[in-house]
């Protein structure tokens, strides 16, 4: 019963001491393929480096958008060349995010959208999908992929109603769920899992981040993805064995990884 993990932080520092021994476990727990998306320009040669000696990891490459102070006006410019000479199957973790105060407002915002908007015209422009970071900014997020029609990828961490979810899946997207849909009080969330068709979910750890229930207060990893998957599938009402069949698929036609598993 192979999963994917669609979003994977395994290349921060979380990660720094035992990161072989956490390959380690996620593929003794049946993850059958990572994709681990970038944080900032300062991560994408280390986050080369790791793929390169691993055949189930994937790198997406692009400017996360809560690390603003970070990222410099020609970061943007840096991307589209890293990308003509760097695999990768996706451009992320791009979006907006208007929860941290900071950056959600003002000029700061303003910010958020040009890098946000100049690299969904990357990722057009090398013809990959996008991994999508959207906190309280979902209609913003669809929004900016409405006016690029033929622009898929993946919504990370999705929290938003029925209706934004179709908004999304008209766009071609896929929808990620992880942590936050194994505690029982997300109610919103989990009708919201029960209810997509098939083809709209892929399953994440977000991992050092978003520890699901069973692992609260501790560093998530890749190894506990099967219990998103065990927790989809009982909110669904079908077998976790359909639910990894689906999900991989989802994330294989979506990000067109090679057939891995
Ligand atoms: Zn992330």
């Known amino acids: 019963m192979p999963l994917i993990d669609t979003h994977v932080h395994l290349d921060v520092s979380e990660f720094a001491a035992d990161r072989d021994q956490a390959l380690a476990r996620a593929r003794a727990a049946g993850v059958a393929a990572q994709v681990v998306p970038a944080i900032t320009r300062a991560h994408w040669q280390g986050l080369a480096q790791l793929v390169a000696g691993h055949r189930d990891l994937f790198p997406a490459y692009g400017l996360h958008p809560v690390y603003l102070e970070s990222h410099a006006e020609?970061?943007?410019e840096a991307l589209d060349a890293w990308l003509a000479e760097h695999p990768a199957v996706a451009v992320g973790e791009i979006g907006l995010d208007g929860y941290v105060d900071d950056i959600a407002s003002g000029a700061a915002w303003e910010r958020q959208w040009r890098l946000f908007t100049a690299?969904?015209?990357v990722a057009l422009n090398h013809r990959l999908p996008v991994i999508i970071h959207a906190r309280r900014a979902l209609d913003h997020v669809l929004k900016a992929l409405r006016q690029r029609p033929g622009l898929t990828g993946i919504i990370h961490s999705f929290s938003g109603s029925r209706q934004q979810a179709d908004q999304a899946l008209g766009q071609?997207?896929?929808?990620?769920?992880?942590?936050?849909?194994t505690y029982p009080r997300a109610n919103r969330l989990r009708k919201l899992v029960a209810g997509l068709p098939d083809e709209a979910l892929v399953l994440e750890t977000d991992a050092p981040d978003q520890p699901s229930v069973h692992h609260r207060g501790e560093r998530n990893e890749p190894s506990f993805l099967p219990e998103?998957?065990?927790?989809?599938?009982?909110?669904r009402g079908v077998p976790v064995a359909k639910v990894a069949e689906q999900t991989a698929a989802n994330a294989r036609?979506?990000?067109?990884?090679?057939?891995v598993a």
């Open 74 to 76: 020609a970061d943007v």
């Open 119 to 121: 690299q969904l015209d």
């Open 172 to 181: 071609g997207c896929c929808l990620g769920f992880g942590g936050p849909v």
């Open 228 to 235: 998103i998957a065990a927790c989809v599938a009982e909110l």
């Open 253 to 259: 036609r979506i990000l067109a990884l090679p057939d």
